[in-house]
């Protein structure tokens, strides 16, 4: 009887065995035409979402028929990785190469074993660049200017308002370096790639809205800081004269170094704008720093947007070293006025400023400033 039950038990495993390589072969016959009908997402919750496109590195189902002599999955230029595993008579599974293409056909194509070709409309979708901010915005003609942002796939142009390209010295997905043009304007500047092309928000060279300048020096403090003619040891002018603030100070000293009010400064106090009063989360406070010597200690205070003297200020606080280099520096505008004891009111007359420094701890000054100045966060 045992001996009678294991032969039963023998023959139904090789009759399983059997119908699961029928069924396997069958799933893999690759005899037929092939043919997609459609390409979806791979989560089982979304199997009805079908795509056109899709993004770098995604998984994605190709569905179709006698699918399973596939050998080779195209993205544009761009050969992705099969997984045998992945494939059956009726899908495929595959993932997005995630390379730059550099032809853009915005075509998936599958090769197959018995020769035959399959192409379908598929869009890659690659970011067109984002640019967020520049090192310094102020870059003299012939020197390198850095842009961060991402999606910076080459190849790339920078052109700069004025209709100029610069030079590229290097560029990162994430960083480009470019030798400024002669003839680059103040204004925005536009990154393209084959993937789309952008405007920056930022402005080069921004001259908007500039409330502390030294071109000419006005106000009550300091025309001694003015530099307009920098020797061997200054750092190199970027938009006229700027000031260097240099000598030890000790905690808790007063140290004005620019600003006064209204009367004193002339028609540049009226240079911040009545949205950034408003709408103060619509703006930016910008300034250019050079930090011959690194800003350790003590505090630099900004008072911008004040109706009369006061000592409301904004705080910016240490530690702070662009290692002798400009730099451009961008604090929220909401942050800034949000420190003050009273909020700020349109005053057609302009507004009292001041640069100053005043707080805890020595410090041995050596820094530059430039262009004071209260811009758009985003350029329409």
């Given at each position: 009887?045992?001996?009678?039950?294991?032969?039963?038990?023998?023959?139904?495993?090789a009759?399983?065995?059997t119908?699961?390589?029928?069924?396997?072969?069958k799933?893999n016959?690759d005899?037929?035409?092939?043919?997609?009908?459609?390409?979806r997402v791979?989560?089982?919750?979304s199997?009805?979402s079908l795509?056109?496109?899709?993004?770098?590195?995604?998984?994605i189902?190709?569905?179709?028929?006698?699918?399973?002599?596939?050998?080779?999955?195209w993205?544009?230029?761009?050969?992705?990785?099969l997984?045998p595993?992945?494939i059956?008579?009726?899908?495929?599974?595959v993932t997005?190469?995630?390379?730059?293409?550099?032809?853009?056909?915005?075509?998936?194509?599958?090769?197959?074993?018995?020769?035959?070709?399959?192409?379908?409309?598929?869009?890659?979708?690659?970011?067109e660049p984002?640019?967020?901010?520049?090192?310094?915005?102020?870059?003299?003609?012939g020197?390198?200017?850095?842009?961060?942002?991402?999606?910076?796939?080459?190849?790339?142009?920078?052109?700069f308002?004025g209709?100029?390209?610069?030079?590229?010295?290097?560029?990162?997905?994430?960083?480009?370096?470019?030798?400024?043009?002669a003839?680059a304007?103040?204004?925005?500047?536009?990154?393209?790639?084959?993937?789309?092309?952008?405007?920056?928000?930022?402005?080069?060279?921004?001259?908007?809205?500039i409330?502390?300048?030294s071109?000419?020096?006005?106000?009550?403090?300091?025309?001694?800081?003015?530099?307009?003619?920098?020797?061997?040891?200054?750092?190199?002018?970027?938009?006229?004269?700027?000031?260097?603030?240099?000598k030890?100070?000790?905690?808790?000293?007063?140290?004005?170094?620019a600003?006064g009010?209204?009367?004193?400064?002339?028609?540049?106090?009226?240079?911040v704008?009545?949205?950034?009063?408003?709408?103060?989360?619509?703006?930016?406070?910008k300034?250019?720093?050079?930090?011959?010597?690194?800003?350790t200690?003590?505090?630099?205070?900004?008072?911008?947007?004040?109706?009369?003297?006061?000592?409301?200020?904004?705080?910016?606080?240490?530690?702070?070293d662009?290692?002798g280099?400009?730099q451009t520096?961008?604090?929220?505008?909401?942050?800034?006025?949000?420190?003050?004891?009273?909020?700020?009111?349109?005053?057609?007359?302009?507004?009292?400023?001041?640069?100053?420094?005043?707080?805890p701890?020595?410090?041995?000054?050596?820094?530059?400033?430039?262009?004071f100045?209260?811009v758009?966060?985003?350029?329409?």
């Amino acid at each position: 009887m045992k001996k009678t039950n294991k032969i039963v038990a023998i023959l139904f495993i090789a009759m399983a065995a059997t119908t699961i390589y029928t069924s396997c072969s069958k799933d893999n016959d690759d005899s037929g035409e092939p043919r997609v009908r459609y390409v979806r997402v791979t989560r089982p919750e979304s199997k009805d979402s079908l795509l056109v496109g899709a993004g770098q590195g995604r998984l994605i189902a190709i569905v179709g028929e006698n699918l399973g002599g596939v050998t080779e999955v195209w993205f544009n230029d761009q050969k992705a990785n099969l997984t045998p595993t992945y494939i059956t008579n009726t899908s495929v599974l595959v993932t997005v190469p995630t390379p730059i293409p550099i032809i853009i056909s915005n075509k998936l194509k599958m090769l197959f074993k018995n020769g035959k070709t399959l192409e379908r409309d598929f869009v890659v979708e690659i970011s067109e660049p984002w640019l967020q901010n520049m090192v310094s915005e102020f870059v003299n003609t012939g020197e390198v200017a850095t842009i961060r942002g991402d999606f910076f796939y080459e190849p790339l142009t920078v052109t700069f308002t004025g209709g100029v390209a610069g030079t590229l010295v290097d560029v990162k997905d994430d960083l480009i370096q470019v030798r400024v043009p002669a003839g680059a304007q103040p204004g925005q500047i536009t990154v393209k790639t084959n993937f789309g092309e952008t405007k920056s928000d930022f402005w080069f060279r921004d001259n908007r809205s500039i409330f502390i300048s030294s071109d000419p020096f006005t106000g009550w403090w300091n025309a001694s800081y003015v530099v307009s003619n920098p020797g061997a040891s200054d750092p190199p002018l970027i938009n006229g004269n700027y000031i260097r603030f240099k000598k030890p100070i000790g905690a808790w000293s007063w140290n004005e170094l620019a600003g006064g009010p209204a009367s004193a400064m002339g028609n540049i106090s009226k240079n911040v704008p009545d949205a950034a009063i408003l709408k103060p989360e619509d703006y930016y406070l910008k300034f250019e720093v050079n930090t011959v010597k690194p800003y350790t200690s003590n505090l630099m205070k900004i008072n911008v947007a004040l109706n009369a003297e006061d000592n409301d200020n904004f705080r910016w606080d240490p530690p702070f070293d662009t290692k002798g280099q400009w730099q451009t520096v961008s604090i929220p505008f909401e942050t800034v006025t949000g420190s003050f004891r009273v909020k700020p009111t349109v005053n057609p007359n302009g507004y009292w400023c001041r640069i100053l420094f005043h707080g805890p701890g020595d410090l041995d000054a050596d820094i530059c400033l430039d262009n004071f100045r209260v811009v758009p966060k985003v350029s329409k």
